[in-house]
């Protein structure tokens, strides 16, 4: 009886549990509309945020109180307890967070609205800080999430210190001059000599006569311009001018000229480039190409102009480099293929791809495929063992198109036939041993497949961490899993194995290879110290004092790895540092025992007040080949400037186009202004901190802008955080120190860089972004929001580029392309005005309003 009695009521339950799952899947999770909004942005007078989830139950359904939870990702820190009382907040792993809805929470009926109240650690400064890839999961369906299709960030008005208004951005503009198109440089980047010869022009014709007789060396390079020609006039070259021609275009051999350098001579009969090797013949080309006036690009013409000249031109910089990381947030080899036209036209000649990270790997690899069977996907689960994680607003499904990616081979060995016919080559990033949660649960996976099949050899053969490791640890992403143990054996043989098909992938694709990058930033303190491997090693090697002195050990053994295949190590700063300490405190100094391996480490931090401002300069003077990716200077993922619908970024700094072209790579703290709040930096932080000497100067081998994908999640909003910033990057790269750098009366430095500056600005508003507008499909670079100003009853307005549309409403609605031309003052006669920029295509930037309800940031 007794027994029957037990069954009764277990089926009882597992009715009634069917029954309330039944009736929570017949809500439409399509149904809720989410937006966030912030309600107090200096709650009880603190340093932290008062925001709010506003959900609408649009349906004809109830959302139950309970019996489901949100998702959703976020950089920031969070007070567990809503203080609407009706929910609580916890983080999972990473940026991923959870919300419970507790007995505060009541049934949602149709039509309704709650708020779910919480606290922020910190204050909010931009959209960056909202919440992202919201999804919701029903208790008992625990396997799958629902993503809401629709959420929205309510606009905000802050009052915070340093906020930038489009009244700060009109007297900002105020000194930039407008200069006639025919007066400025007709060659970008900056040629290290340009004389133009009187008023005459050569007629570019299409066909271009070039292949017929230019040296053969350089019979691929003369084809990239005939056929760019062919294609600005809708025409393809079919004929071949000969050498007696009145009108050609020649590239010959010239022995004793830099190999990426150039000389040319325009004139009106011909264009004459001379060239060591091919890499000069084709920056000489790209140089051309920049000469073509963007008008051509809009109405494609069978003769263009270009203006007589004398040419001189080389690199200041052998390495001039874009980082661009498709871990965090995958980018499709279309748009890494758009990327890459665009350096060759302004002349980098190196691509850093960040391919894997704790977020995603993405290069398929033969002899360990779980990388990306595993390690490319993302999606809701809380356990990663087949997939990551949500992350970066990448939602619960496998398929979405951001989190979930790779590059197969044929992919990445076209992505490098197209950059080596650029004269680009690609430096693989594998991150390790921080950064690596991806490899490690991708090795987990192929882990149990192989016990389970009873082949434990073999299954521990790639393991990437011990399995009884009980160490307690945080990275600075909140991950807690995400360090490969460099005490295994095992996890060389993965290192091996992936240098090994790496390598193949590049010899097959016929690409240079010298180096490969591992990584080696911001593994958090605590790891190691509790595993049976690590004390194992230790017992037998004593070198090893400490778990910092694994770090030596690990990339001493990469380090032979790699020579031993005839490849160079590269990695961030922290591979080229040994912990010690100084007056009882941890500090890290250069480590000598890798700088006569002649190892390149890429400096990211010298966030101005962080400490470590000249970290460069001491790598660099002590003997390490040292790029500068300083991201006080040269992060694209950083914002604008401090304004709320400004996206990106800013724990480093806030980054204009202008700190790009401001950057003096020998003596970045000469113009260091405005620390990482945008605020007046004190002159006295620099004082104490190493210069760099002129055997630093030499171990400077380059300079790298740096794109980190959190915040990337289209190929739209890739393009809008690089360009136009990639421009002055290439600026600073390819050209040699301008005159403001190196003036020492500041008064006069001043004085020629606004000139220079202004001069650049007319650059990229009249030729570059014209150019950049149609070239290559066109791109959806950032156009800035106008300035304005009340005066006298009057708005004016003003653009950092000249050159760019302004157009303006007094409706209350939004300037498009068809708005009325902003020319000159603008009577105020009350309620709202705005102001926006378009490009030569119609396309328009952020607003800026005034009126009634003052200047909005």
């Known amino acids: 009886m007794r027994k029957i009695f037990t069954a009764m009521l277990f089926a009882a339950f597992f009715m009634s549990t069917a029954f309330r799952f039944h009736d929570e899947v017949k809500f439409k999770v399509s149904d809720l509309r989410v937006s966030w909004q912030v309600v107090d942005n200096n709650y009880q007078n603190k340093k932290q945020a008062l925001t709010a989830l506003v959900i609408t139950n649009t349906g004809h359904e109830v959302l139950p109180a309970s019996g489901w939870k949100f998702y959703f990702n976020s950089g920031r820190g969070f007070a567990e307890q809503a203080v609407s009382n009706n929910a609580k907040i916890t983080a999972v792993n990473g940026d991923l967070y959870c919300i419970t809805p507790t007995d505060g929470f009541k049934d949602l009926k149709p039509g309704a609205s709650v708020r779910i109240e919480y606290i922020n650690e910190d204050p909010v400064v931009n959209v960056t800080d909202a919440p992202e890839g919201i999804y919701l999961v029903w208790d008992a369906q625990p396997e799958k999430g629902y993503s809401i299709t629709s959420f929205t960030v309510e606009p905000y008005k802050p009052d915070y210190q340093g906020l930038v208004t489009p009244e700060i951005v009109f007297d900002r503009n105020k000194s930039i001059t407008d200069i006639p198109a025919d007066n400025l440089p007709q060659v970008f980047p900056t040629p290290v000599s340009y004389q133009q010869t009187g008023t005459d022009k050569f007629v570019l014709n299409n066909p271009a006569p070039i292949a017929g007789f230019s040296d053969k060396r350089f019979e691929k390079e003369a084809r990239v311009l005939t056929d760019y020609i062919a294609s600005l006039?809708?025409?393809?070259?079919?004929?071949?001018?000969?050498?007696?021609?009145?009108?050609?275009?020649?590239?010959?051999?010239?022995?004793?000229?830099?190999?990426?350098?150039?000389?040319?001579?325009?004139?009106?009969?011909?264009?004459?480039?001379?060239?060591?090797?091919?890499?000069?013949?084709?920056?000489?080309?790209?140089?051309?190409?920049?000469?073509?006036?963007?008008?051509?690009?809009?109405?494609?013409?069978?003769?263009?102009?270009?203006?007589?000249?004398?040419?001189?031109?080389?690199?200041?910089?052998?390495?001039?480099?874009?980082?661009?990381?498709?871990?965090?947030?995958?980018?499709?080899?279309?748009?890494?293929?758009?990327?890459?036209?665009?350096?060759?036209?302004?002349?980098?000649?190196?691509?850093?791809?960040?391919?894997?990270?704790?977020?995603?790997?993405?290069?398929?690899?033969?002899?360990?495929?779980?990388?990306?069977?595993?390690?490319?996907?993302?999606?809701?689960?809380?356990?990663?063992?087949?997939?990551?994680?949500?992350?970066?607003?990448?939602?619960?499904?496998?398929?979405?198109?951001?989190?979930?990616?790779?590059?197969?081979?044929?992919?990445?060995?076209?992505?490098?036939?197209?950059?080596?016919?650029?004269?680009?080559?690609v430096v693989p990033e594998i991150e390790t041993p921080g950064h690596a949660r991806a490899p490690i649960k991708a090795m987990d996976n192929r882990y149990n497949r192989l016990m389970a099949e009873g082949k434990k050899a073999e299954a521990e053969?790639?393991?990437?961490?011990?399995?009884?490791?009980?160490?307690?640890?945080?990275?600075?992403?909140?991950?807690?899993?995400?360090?490969?143990?460099?005490?295994?054996?095992?996890?060389?043989?993965?290192?091996?194995?992936?240098?090994?098909?790496?390598?193949?992938?590049?010899?097959?694709?016929?690409?240079?290879?010298?180096?490969?990058?591992?990584?080696?930033?911001?593994?958090?303190?605590?790891?190691?110290?509790?595993?049976?491997?690590?004390?194992?090693?230790?017992?037998?090697?004593p070198e090893i004092q400490s778990t910092n002195d694994l770090w030596y050990y690990f990339y001493g053994r990469v380090n032979e790895i790699l020579k031993a295949k005839g490849l160079l190590l590269s990695g961030w700063e922290e591979m080229a540092l040994r912990k010690t300490m100084l007056d009882g405190k941890p500090?890290?100094?250069?480590?000598?025992?890798?700088?006569?391996?002649?190892?390149?480490?890429?400096?990211?931090?010298?966030?101005?007040?962080?400490?470590?401002?000249?970290?460069?300069?001491?790598?660099?003077?002590?003997?390490?080949?040292?790029?500068?990716?300083?991201?006080t200077n040269l992060y694209f993922d950083m914002a604008n400037y401090k304004s709320f619908d400004e996206p990106g970024y800013y724990w480093g700094a806030f980054l204009g186009i202008d700190k790009f072209f401001s950057f003096i790579p020998y003596d970045y703290f000469k113009n260091a202004d405005v620390d990482k709040n945008g605020l007046p930096i004190n002159p006295t932080l620099?004082?104490?901190?190493?210069?760099?000497?002129?055997?630093?100067?030499?171990?400077?081998?380059?300079?790298?802008?740096?794109?980190?994908?959190?915040?990337?999640?289209?190929?739209?909003?890739?393009?809008?955080?690089?360009?136009?910033?990639?421009?002055?990057?290439?600026?600073?790269?390819?050209?040699?120190?301008?005159?403001?750098?190196?003036?020492?009366?500041?008064?006069k430095a001043k004085q020629l860089y606004e000139q220079a500056w202004s001069n650049f600005l007319n650059v990229l508003g009249k030729r570059e972004l014209p150019r950049l507008s149609y070239y290559d499909g066109g791109f959806n670079y950032r156009i800035p929001k106008p300035g304005i100003n009340l005066q006298d009853g009057k708005y004016l307005s003003n653009i950092e580029f000249p050159g760019l549309t302004i157009r303006y409403t007094t409706n209350g609605k939004d300037p498009d392309e068809k708005s009325k031309e902003y020319t000159g003052p603008v009577d105020y006669k009350g309620g709202t005005i705005k102001f926006r920029a378009f490009d030569v295509k119609g396309r328009g930037g952020n607003v800026a309003e005034g009126g009634s309800n003052g200047l909005n940031p």
């Open 233 to 425: 006039g809708g025409e393809k070259s079919k004929t071949e001018t000969k050498a007696g021609s009145l009108k050609t275009i020649v590239i010959k051999y010239k022995e004793g000229i830099n190999p990426e350098g150039y000389e040319m001579s325009i004139t009106p009969t011909g264009i004459h480039i001379f060239a060591s090797a091919t890499a000069g013949a084709y920056y000489a080309v790209q140089s051309v190409k920049s000469m073509i006036p963007a008008s051509a690009f809009a109405n494609p013409k069978k003769n263009i102009e270009i203006p007589c000249a004398e040419i001189k031109d080389e690199p200041r910089f052998a390495y001039r480099a874009v980082m661009l990381d498709v871990a965090r947030n995958f980018q499709p080899k279309k748009q890494v293929l758009k990327l890459l036209e665009a350096m060759s036209l302004y002349k980098l000649n190196t691509l850093h791809l960040h391919l894997t990270d704790d977020e995603g790997w993405r290069i398929e690899l033969p002899s360990l495929p779980e990388l990306t069977t595993v390690g490319s996907k993302r999606g809701h689960t809380l356990d990663s063992k087949n997939f990551l994680p949500a992350s970066h607003g990448s939602g619960p499904d496998v398929n979405n198109t951001v989190g979930t990616g790779f590059y197969n081979r044929a992919d990445y060995i076209e992505i490098l036939k197209y950059a080596t016919d650029r004269h680009i080559a």
């Open 461 to 541: 053969k790639y393991l990437l961490r011990d399995l009884n490791d009980k160490s307690e640890y945080r990275s600075v992403q909140y991950w807690n899993d995400n360090v490969i143990d460099v005490s295994l054996p095992s996890t060389y043989n993965f290192v091996e194995t992936v240098v090994s098909d790496i390598a193949a992938l590049y010899k097959e694709a016929g690409a240079p290879l010298k180096t490969i990058h591992f990584g080696g930033d911001e593994v958090p303190p605590h790891v190691w110290e509790k595993s049976p491997a690590y004390l194992t090693l230790k017992a037998t090697h």
């Open 587 to 631: 500090t890290y100094v250069p480590n000598p025992d890798f700088t006569k391996e002649h190892l390149q480490a890429d400096v990211w931090n010298n966030v101005l007040g962080g400490g470590q401002e000249d970290l460069a300069y001491r790598l660099a003077n002590s003997g390490y080949k040292v790029v500068l990716t300083c991201v």
């Open 686 to 747: 620099f004082i104490g901190k190493q210069r760099l000497t002129d055997y630093g100067k030499s171990n400077i081998i380059g300079l790298q802008g740096a794109l980190w994908a959190e915040t990337v999640k289209s190929t739209e909003r890739m393009d809008y955080m690089i360009f136009p910033r990639l421009l002055a990057l290439a600026e600073r790269a390819w050209a040699k120190d301008p005159q403001w750098a190196t003036e020492p009366d500041p008064v």
